[in-house]
């Protein structure tokens, strides 16, 4: 291990599971996905079998609040212990660069591990490591009853940098040819192809450290955002997984003063990746409300007054074509109930995104019980098929401009939760690699 305190980051040692190990069962999307598609989860669960897989080491959400959770709590600890103690995985020490392929399109990564010390999710940090989005504190408690007293780690994360001129993390796409293969193959229910390639030339690691230094001089910093001193640097905003992180920060602040400041604890392994990588898409997050106790568009009317035009649509193409050719100050965004689809305009918003007016009206309006819960999905066919079933609703929302991220969390802090997605539910990350914590 190396740590790089400049920058915040560590060169982990990482575990893979070794050679023979069938990859393909192995890897598994991210435990946030496809939370209102249980079939989706139990599709993977048959094709995993009792076969080494991190479907075993990991909590689906779309078992919370089911018998499963509770057993999964306390097994997946044991399973990665018997992980161990059966000699499943070899150590590879160095940056891993990856490259993932899905839906025609290749975004570029890099497994480092970060220092908790230097994370912040609270809004308003001025942390080198933030939050893009807040941080709901109820997610907590069932990732930190999974990772406490864990010994290994598996990361979804995915975090940002803002690097226009690509000097991090592409200069290692021409240089495959000094990097040693780890892997490459098909992920499961076609979520494409990962490949990833260990750094093993010193220079090249040294050329990344380099790159990120220049990234995180404030001088450049405040150039570059038109900011001042007072203005910490951002050098690494969350992407995916921002609850993940955030429950290893909160674990290592509760057993810090025990475990000693050098633990493995103090850092967590997430993947780097450029906010403009040209294959790397941002995707709106919908909503979708079950048990609907009222009609939701009589309920924003009510809500919003006459600041907010309802107008039905023949279908979700045109609901669809319409949210897409708005543009000035108004906001649009799609309501979609078994009565048929809606284009909702909202005039003098309060909040400069869709999803932010959205959910300032959605939350009072559920703890008054409005409607008995929300989800958040990913595609506009899942947010379509649940939101036109008795009783449910969907909220289709726009996407926000990636190149939009990182001025806005620094002049504005964190943006509403849930405001967008890397990509669509398929293209999320997958948990491949491991690292020790404890």
Known sequence: MRNYPAVGLQVADILLPKAGTDLRKWAVIAC???????????????????????????????FLGSLEEKAREENTRMIMRRYLNEDLFT???GLIYLERTVNGRTRHGLMI????????????????????????????????????????????????IDDPEGTVIEPLTTQIDRLEELYDFELMLGSGRLKGYRLV????????????????????????????????????????????????????EQQKAIVGMNHPSRYAL?????????????????????????????????????????????????????????????????????????LATLGQPTFNLAVGNVQAFLDPWLKEGGAEKIDYVHGEEVVCKLGCQPGQAGVYLPAMAKTDLFKTVIVDGALPRKTFSMGAAKEKRFYMECRKIA
Request: proline residues 6%; negative net charge; hydrophobic residues 40%.
């Open 32 to 62: 946030d996905q496809f939370t209102s598609e249980p079939e989706y989860w139990e599709e993977v669960r048959c094709l995993v079998g009792d076969d080494p897989s991190t479907f075993h080491l990991i909590l689906p959400e779309v």
């Open 91 to 93: 150590a590879h020490e």
């Open 113 to 160: 591990a970060l220092d908790l010390e230097r994370f912040d999710f609270n809004r308003g940090s001025e942390a080198l490591i933030r939050s893009t989005e807040g941080t709901i504190l109820d997610r907590l408690p069932p990732r930190i009853r999974i990772r406490s007293g864990a010994p290994l780690e598996l990361p979804h994360i995915l975090v940002l």
């Open 201 to 252: 030339d010193p220079d090249l690691e040294k050329q990344v450290i380099a790159a990120l230094k220049q990234l995180a001089d404030p001088a450049r910093f405040q150039s570059r955002y038109g900011v001042g001193p007072d203005k910490g640097v951002l050098l690494y905003a969350m992407g995916d997984g921002n609850h993940s992180l955030a429950t290893a920060k909160a674990i290592w």
């Open 270 to 342: 997430v993947e780097l990746e450029n906010v403009h990588d040209v294959g790397l898409v941002f995707e709106p997050i919908h909503r979708v409300l079950f048990g609907l106790r009222e009609d939701l568009g009589a309920a924003m009317t009510r809500a919003f007054g006459n600041q907010l035009r309802l107008v039905p649509c023949r279908g979700q193409e045109e609901m669809i074509a319409g949210l897409h050719s708005q543009g000035g100050s108004e906001q649009t965004f799609g309501l979609i109930t078994s009565a048929g689809f809606q």
